[in-house]
Antibody, heavy 116, light 106 residues
Framework: EVQLVESGGGLVKPGGSLRLSCAAS????????MNWVRQAPGKGLEWVSL????????YYADSVKGRFTISRDNAKNSVFLQMNSLRAEDTAVYYC?????????WGRGTLVTVSS | DIQMTQSPSSLSASVGDRVTITCRAS??????LGWYQQKPGKAPKRLIL???TLQSGVPSRFSGSGSGTEFTLTISSLQPDDSATYYC?????????FGQGTKVEI
């Protein structure tokens, strides 16, 4: 059974940093691209970033470019999102999701709250 | 960036009704589109991939169609469990973009 489990969310002050993790199991992690997608409270889905299976190709939404960094560790079946210079508008549930097309597997999400 | 315009933003329908949700892409995306269902407090669930391929395990009352710039998600006979918000997602180019969502109430 495929499982994606996010962790690392919490309350952080504006300008602060947070590192999210997503632990994968139940599939050959090193064969798949991974995404981060977020959803602000009461709002729609926003794609954040993708990293391909070998970390050769990385893409970001304009809203996070230069502040967020995606990475992965295939030996540990994990993908990460380093978030710096956080803003109030980054407050959201952050989901990791598998796949380079329309992701089929999603985690349950981790809540990031940016507030003073 | 490709913009995905989804309509309507919300709808109310009755059990057994046929429901249609539309996504329009600002430029051609071939059939690189997925449809998702999301219920409150839950992760999105993929219903349709490649515009028209039904995800395994998803009821056959759901169907997708379209190519290029116009796409449709149809629920042929609305059921109480279909109350949710539905999103389209283009994966033709980066950044990936979602439609704004359609809230379906029964």
């Amino acid at each position: 059974e495929v499982q994606l489990v996010e962790s690392g969310g919490g309350l952080v002050k504006p300008g602060g940093s947070l590192r999210l993790s997503c632990a994968a199991s139940g599939f050959t992690f090193s064969d798949y691209s991974m995404n981060w997608v977020r959803q602000a409270p009461g709002k729609g889905l926003e794609w954040v970033s993708l990293i391909d299976s070998t970390s050769s190709y990385i893409y970001y939404a304009d809203s996070v470019k230069g502040r967020f960094t995606i990475s992965r560790d295939n030996a540990k079946n994990s993908v990460f999102l380093q978030m710096n210079s956080l803003r109030a508008e980054d407050t959201a549930v952050y989901y990791c999701a598998e796949g380079s097309t329309a992701p089929g597997y999603w985690g349950r999400g981790t809540l990031v709250t940016v507030s003073s | 960036d490709i913009q995905m315009t989804q309509s309507p933003s919300s709808l109310s329908a009755s059990v057994g009704d046929r429901v249609t949700i539309t996504c329009r892409a600002s430029q051609g995306i071939r059939n690189d589109l997925g449809w998702y269902q999301q219920k409150p407090g839950k992760a999105p669930k993929r219903l349709i991939l490649e515009a028209s391929t039904l995800q395994s395990g998803v009821p056959s009352r759901f169907s997708g169609s379209g190519s290029g710039t116009e796409f449709t998600l149809t629920i042929s006979s609305l059921q109480p469990d279909d109350s949710a918000t539905y999103y389209c997602l283009q994966h033709d180019s980066y950044p990936r973009t979602f439609g704004q969502g359609t809230k379906v109430e029964i």
